[in-house]
């Protein structure tokens, strides 16, 4: 059952391909004969992805009686139960306002983020003593649900300012859009980088470090090595740069150099882009924006973070905070994804806070869920990748 499970996310997976594609077409209608049509072949989209979706729900249940418990333990399990929440809320979104743009841009998001996730261990582990609990289920699901429902307010912001950002000219905002933008091609990077040295036979490299205490297993060729660290296998080189100890003694080398081919991959990744089309990516996406009020896309964005925002304080927080009790003994103990699940939150407090007391609309809105939302998958990728801690679970 485990394998069905794979099995029916892969098919979730293409089917999320198959409805951008349709969400792409409906929007790229031209003619005024072609306004209707383009309703259908939205509605097909639409449908398409409610059948991936349903794929993704079955495949998540199989994890589940498999595993005997929740499954969003891991990094994988977690990262691809919130493109599932991120799923969820899209369909109920288009099903109010039936918008082709949004589904243009969030399928391809969910798409990344199931792509993402599959580079991790799809094995299934006994879980932890302190993870057996029912505020598995309450605490990560619920933190999960709203993280996807400002997924989709990012997806917005995204939308409204490649839509009124001058591409036509050089500017701090154009800059700093691209530099937003560039974030996927970094991921898409990262699952680049670990196919291709996976299929081309594998890479291994071993060190020693810790004074002979502990070994650490590189998967891609080293730019970065560890502190201090000798190499004990036969395979692998030594490292060209190694982490100083003041990096060394916080992050993971390993988890550093991953990050490094990833960006080195999705540079290149963006420089053909560039190369072929000549624009930058904000340029080619903006023609898709073009028949859809700004105004409107406002305040879509700003309802889907009141929305998110309740449901994320009280899973991420609050429910956390009394797991953390019930586990831990204490409500908090400065981990650092309980601290960077406080500054996210703060942050959508004050968002809000501008917005109904200062009547920041528009671009300063749009920029600040952009920032708001970066917080979080700084929290899921960042903070589990590279820090260690209580909540450490990156694979």
Known sequence: ????????????????LVATLFFGASIRQ??????????????????????????????????????????????????TFFGLMFIIAFIILFFIYRLS??????????????????????????????????????????????????AVSFVIAIIYLV???????????????????????????FIIATLSFTTAGGYSAVFQIDNGEKYIEYRMPIILG?????LVSDTGSDSFIETPSFIGDVVDANKINTFIWSFIFGAILHILVRLITRKRFAAILQPFTKNISADLLDEIC??????????????????????????????WSWDPKEVWALVS???????????????????????????????????????????????????
């Open 226 to 230: 560890p502190t201090d660290g000798v």
């Open 163 to 189: 839509k009124v950002v001058d591409q036509n000219v050089k500017s701090k905002k154009a800059f700093w859009l691209e530099t937003v933008l560039f974030t996927l091609f970094v991921t898409a990077g």
């Open 302 to 331: 700003y309802r889907s973070v009141l929305i998110g925002y309740p449901i994320f304080t009280l899973g991420a927080l609050i429910f956390g905070m009394i797991w953390a009790q019930i586990a831990w003994g204490s409500f």
């Open 1 to 16: 059952m485990q394998e069905a499970s794979g099995y029916l996310l892969t098919i979730a997976f293409a089917l999320y």
């Open 101 to 150: 743009v949004i589904g243009m841009f969030t399928l391809p998001l969910v798409v990344l983020m199931i792509g993402f996730a599959s580079m991790f261990s799809r094995d299934i582990t006994p879980l932890a003593p302190s993870l057996k609990s029912n505020f598995l289920q309450i605490h990560v699901m619920l933190s999960a649900l709203g993280q996807g429902i400002l």
């Open 30 to 79: 031209k003619k005024a004969v072609a306004i209707k049509n383009s309703a259908k072949v939205a509605n097909v989209g639409f449908v398409i992805t409610i059948i991936g979706c349903m794929f993704q729900i079955t495949s998540f249940i199989f994890r589940w009686i498999v595993g005997g418990y929740a499954p969003v333990s891991n990094m994988y399990e977690f990262t």
């Open 345 to 395: 939150w703060l942050f959508y407090s004050s968002f809000l806070h501008l917005r109904l007391s200062r009547n920041w609309q528009g671009e300063k809105s749009a920029w600040l869920v952009i920032v708001g939302f970066g917080l979080i998958i700084f929290n899921l990728v960042f903070v589990n990748f590279l820090l260690a801690g209580l909540h450490s679970y990156a694979g």
